[in-house]
């Protein structure tokens, strides 16, 4: 796939996320099926720093290969595979969510919707930011999974929020979810 459609493919699993998180009820986005589950508040918070984190990422990738500083000299051992066949060999069941993709500011949803729709801005600046350079050898690692090229990336992008969507409609579909 190229660069310009990977975006896409990011942007619309953002606007299909997003439709899960609305229209809701302030009782609606702070329930949690149990105390170690998070609301959708608290998700839609949590998809902004992860993917904050991410796109930061690349263009760090991105600026150390412009510098002849690159923060990945290792081998790029998912070289070829698809985001779901790295996240298969390297995921377990449930992680353990890195601190700096906690929800831990709060506030309310539309602030986090909002936020969540602005890091697209930073993704569509990608495609000059990455000309000139191979996106398969711009390569920042990823907490859990390791070294993730900017396609790989981009892919891990569009399935976080595919995952984190599913699990949106999970606790709507809860028995004991308010009733609008």
């Not at 263009?59 to 000299?73: L, T």
């Not at 700096?100 to 986090?112: E, L, Q």
Request: hydrophobic content about 40%.
């Amino acid at each position: 796939m190229k660069l310009k459609d990977l975006i896409q493919n990011v942007q619309d699993a953002r606007l299909h996320f997003l439709a899960t998180t609305s229209p809701l009820t302030d009782e609606q986005v702070i329930f949690k099926p149990s105390s170690e589950n998070w609301c959708i508040t608290e998700i839609v918070e949590h998809m902004v720093w992860a993917e904050l984190g991410g796109i930061n990422g690349i263009w760090k990738a991105i600026a150390g290969i412009k510098n002849k500083q690159p923060v990945w000299m290792g081998e790029a051992i998912h070289q070829g595979l698809s985001i779901e066949q790295i996240i298969q060999k390297t995921w377990r069941e449930k992680e353990i969510v890195p601190e700096n993709a906690k929800p831990s500011w709060g506030g309310p949803i539309d602030y986090w919707r909002a936020s969540l729709l602005n890091n697209q801005n930073l993704l569509q600046l990608l495609s000059s930011a990455l000309e000139g350079l191979n996106p398969e050898i711009v390569i920042y690692p990823h907490i859990i999974s390791g070294p993730l090229n900017v396609y790989q990336r981009l892919e891990f992008l569009r399935f976080h929020l595919e995952r984190h969507q599913k699990q949106i409609e999970n606790i709507k579909a809860h028995p004991d979810f308010p009733q609008s």
